[in-house]
């Protein structure tokens, strides 16, 4: 949700440099972009609505620059509203990713100050407030820390002033600090894998920490204290990391193709801290999975598989409404975090209140160096490469792969949940390399791309995954549809089944397998047409899509058709596959 860059060097096409990372950052927000360049002793800027073009020309020469792209919380998508944002005087320019919450009042204070404001941002209020103390601050620096002060929210900045200073600082939002493999170079962005080529090592900054570079060199400052603080460089471990289509028309179908890999790298990892955790959560009390968007729906997986095969009291929590339980978290209990960026701010509020109780964390995330890997007791990693699609796909594979191993190992089965694990792997691939199934989820888009509303029934190991597969059809067709359990089906949206209408049924051979015909029946009853995503065809589904019977595991294999069904009606439609419109791949604000 907004990502910031910033290059401070020795080449002269700074401002090209701070465009691409954007481009690399544009996962975040790719509703308007800016970039500021020093351009001798004054500062430049370039911004723009709209999505970061593919290339730039005539940027002036500079080697300091700093760059934002937006994803819009505060004032519409306007040139105007894009970042940076320029002091009264030109002084410096500034950019957020996050939101000032208390930013009405600041601003009334401001206007009585005199201070004059031309955007309908939040960040304008920063930039003004560190103009406001740095009439009475003793320098730059403590300007800007002591505006922080003041500041209530998640907000991270990065700013440059026209003497060349480029100052990062960090409350809640990521921010990380990377050295140039050439010497002098040195990059601020929002993730690692913005300026991962280029840089040897990583400093990730801490929350309420600022880092000042001047004349190549960098020092990091408490927010609270003024004082310099120590910090812990890291090599980058990822600087090889590609990160291309490999031949595939969009991430988000190359994606899709590696979830036999991602569940390769769950059960191949050490099984050490696994058990510990499985231990560890043998004796909770309560067992809580959060997670927002897809990953609520990992996390709703994970807690069911707890259910099921660890006999936990499991319950899954979504990050924005989580806050309700907050004063039911004990130190007997455990907390079960799955995140692709290890940065949801939802999630992360709910860990700081779970953190304060002495509550343990268990974390699965898959960017390297975030806030909830650090905050973790288990910081487990999904090691599945960068997923670049805004539409999480192969980490919802991961996640509910590697629950599902958890509650095995609770259970005291570790071998036989990899066993199964490994089989799953194998039959996905089949899958994903069959024809007939392609040709298959093709034609079955091209029936339901003029709907207007599309149901999805599951129950018991399949609810989640319809769920999900709700979330893959919304996001990539921008059709209305909903998902329910198959046995509430009855008690509210039957009076919407008629001819026309289109609803997909997950179904398993389980126990619960009897129950959801029943809803099938139900449905076809009412003149709605079926489709069957299930092992074996029934007389009473309109369109069967059939996947292999996998027991335990079977859930995680029909989330393939679904995703596979959205990705094909999102090329069907000429939807933007890869950024759908108005989401944001990393949430960082509340
Ligand atoms: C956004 C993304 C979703 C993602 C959610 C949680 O809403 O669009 O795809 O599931 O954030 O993100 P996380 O990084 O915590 O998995």
């Not at 480029?166 to 690692?192: C, Y």
């Not at 471990?237 to 994606?255: A, Q, W, Y």
């Not at 398993?508 to 009853?525: G, I, T």
């Amino acid at each position: 949700m907004c990502g910031i860059f910033g290059y401070f060097g020795k080449k002269e096409n700074a401002g090209e440099i701070v465009f691409h990372g954007l481009r690399r950052l544009d996962y975040r927000g790719y509703d308007s972009w800016g970039i500021g360049m020093l351009d001798g002793d004054s500062i430049v800027v370039t911004k723009q609505a709209g999505k970061i073009p593919q290339t730039i020309t005539s940027l002036p020469t500079s080697s300091i620059a700093i760059g934002h792209t937006r994803w819009a919380t505060h004032g519409g998508v306007t040139k105007n509203n894009a970042h940076p944002h320029f002091a009264t005087d030109h002084s410096f320019i500034l950019a957020q990713n996050g939101i000032v919450e208390n930013y009405q009042s600041l601003k009334q204070k401001l206007q009585k100050k005199g201070y004059a404001f031309s955007t309908e941002t939040d960040t304008e209020v920063i930039v003004r407030l560190i103009e406001d103390k740095n009439k009475r601050a003793n320098n730059f620096i403590d300007a800007v820390r002591t505006a922080f002060h003041d500041l209530t929210g998640r907000n991270t900045i990065v700013l440059l002033t026209k003497d060349g200073t480029v100052i990062g600082a960090r409350n809640g939002s990521p921010l990380v600090l990377g050295i140039g493999k050439s010497k002098g170079e040195l990059f601020l962005s929002s993730d690692i894998l913005s300026f991962a080529p280029y840089v040897e090592k990583t400093v990730v900054l801490e929350n309420q920490q600022i880092v000042e570079i001047t004349n190549n060199k960098f020092r990091i400052i408490s927010i609270n204290t003024g004082k310099q603080e120590k910090y812990r460089t890291e090599k980058n471990t990822i600087s090889n990391t590609r990160v291309d289509k490999d031949g595939f028309d969009h991430f988000m179908l190359k994606e899709i193709y590696e979830s036999p890999f991602v569940i390769e790298q769950i059960y191949n990892q050490d099984a050490r801290m696994l058990k510990q955790l499985a231990l560890k959560i043998k004796h909770a009390k309560h067992v809580y999975a959060i997670g927002s968007g897809t990953a609520g729906a990992a996390a709703a997986q994970i807690a069911y598989y707890l259910r099921i095969y660890g006999s936990m009291h499991a319950v899954s929590l979504i990050g924005a409404e989580a806050s309700d339980y907050y004063h039911l978290f004990t130190k007997d209990d455990v907390i079960i975090a799955p995140s692709q960026s290890g940065e949801t701010a939802d999630v992360l509020e709910a860990l700081e209140h779970a953190r304060s109780k002495k509550t343990k964390i268990a974390s699965l995330v898959n960017m390297p160096g975030s806030m909830i890997t650090r905050m973790s007791d288990y910081p487990f990693m999904s090691m599945a490469g960068p997923e670049i699609c805004v539409m999480s796909t192969k980490i919802f594979v991961s996640q509910i792969a590697w629950g599902y191993l958890l509650a095995k190992t609770v259970q005291g089965n570790y071998s036989e949940g990899k066993r199964n694990l490994q089989s799953l792997a194998r039959v996905m691939s089949d899958y994903l390399h069959s024809k007939n199934v392609l040709t298959q989820i093709k034609s079955l888009a091209d029936r339901l791309k003029q709907s207007k509303h599309i149901f999805l029934l599951g129950k018991a190991q399949n609810l989640q995954i319809v769920k999900e597969g709700m979330v893959k059809l919304v996001e990539g067709s921008y059709i209305h549809a909903h998902a329910l359990p198959a046995g509430d089906l009855k008690h509210y949206a039957i009076t919407l089944m008629e001819p026309g209408v289109s609803v997909i049924v997950v179904i398993s051979n389980d126990e619960v397998k009897e129950d959801v015909l029943n809803a099938v029946n139900e449905v076809n009853a009412r003149g709605a047409s079926v489709i069957g995503i299930s092992p074996a065809n029934h007389e009473r589904f309109t369109f069967h899509l059939q996947v292999s019977d996998l027991g335990e595991t079977s859930a995680i294999l029909t989330i393939l058709p679904l995703q596979l069904l959205a990705y094909y009606l999102a090329v069907a439609l000429g939807n933007n596959v890869d950024k759908p419109r108005n989401i944001a791949k990393s949430v960082t604000v509340k």
